[in-house]
């Protein structure tokens, strides 16, 4: 969806190194995720974001931390990167999320990381 | 632990088949079941998705079929066309976090 960018797209880096990545969107939702995909896993939560002041791990967030800039910001940082955190990494973001309807995730076209 | 379990891992249908994924979930308080679809080099979007009190739910060639009782859902997708050739993820929502909790995914080759 090109109301969700990632930069950069593709990244390849060596063990140790700080790796930033890149979310910006223009949906003006409030919520905004990051998800890593893994071949066999499918997508797994590692962090997600109700504002700028509101910030939650998720399912995986040992080694990684996030920040929200701005409503229209969250960039996931890898403070010393490590191979098995080679995977291909989505944001997404979605409107105010619960009750009886379904808010959609919107998915970036993801940033493929390889960790040496 | 995977909360979502999702089969079969890839599946290889004729041009007008049937395709059939299956999901299975253990936690009742996820609240929603949506499906995403994702084509090589980009990001998942949704198809189609169905809350637990409906049975079935069906959007064109795509039907969303759900037993509550059993905590089964599967995809149908009528008329198999190689355009539906991708991956297809089902996910269930944790409440109102809108969390999305993803099975593994398969993926579909459609044969002309």
């Known amino acids: 969806d090109a109301d969700v960018t990632q930069t950069p797209r593709n990244r390849i880096t060596k063990t140790g190194k700080r790796i930033m990545l890149e979310c910006s969107q223009t949906k003006g939702h409030d919520r905004m995720y990051w998800y890593r995909q893994d071949p066999g896993l499918g997508l797994r939560l590692i962090y997600y974001?109700?504002?700028?002041?509101?910030?939650n791990k998720g399912e995986i967030s040992d080694g990684y931390s996030v920040s929200r800039q701005a409503q229209a910001k969250f960039s996931l940082s890898l403070e010393s990167a490590i191979p098995n955190q080679t995977a291909l990494y989505f944001c997404a973001t979605s409107d105010l999320g619960g009750g009886a309807s379904y808010n959609e995730q919107f998915f970036g076209p993801g940033t493929r990381l390889t960790v040496l | 632990q995977q909360q979502v379990k999702q089969s079969p891992q890839s599946l290889i249908v004729q041009k007008g088949g049937i395709s059939i994924i299956n999901c299975a979930y253990e936690n009742t308080a996820f609240d929603y079941f949506p499906w995403y679809q994702q084509f090589p080099g980009k990001g998942p979007a949704l198809l189609i998705a169905?809350?637990?009190?409906?049975s079935e739910k069906k959007e064109g060639r795509f039907t969303i079929s759900f037993n509550k009782s059993a905590k089964q859902f599967s995809l149908h997708i009528m008329d198999s066309q190689p355009g539906d050739s991708a991956t297809y993820f089902c996910a269930a929502r944790f409440g109102g976090a809108n969390n999305l909790f993803f099975g593994t995914g398969t993926r579909l080759t459609v044969i002309p």
């Open positions: 169905i809350r637990p009190d409906v």
């Open positions: 974001s109700f504002d700028v002041k509101d910030i």
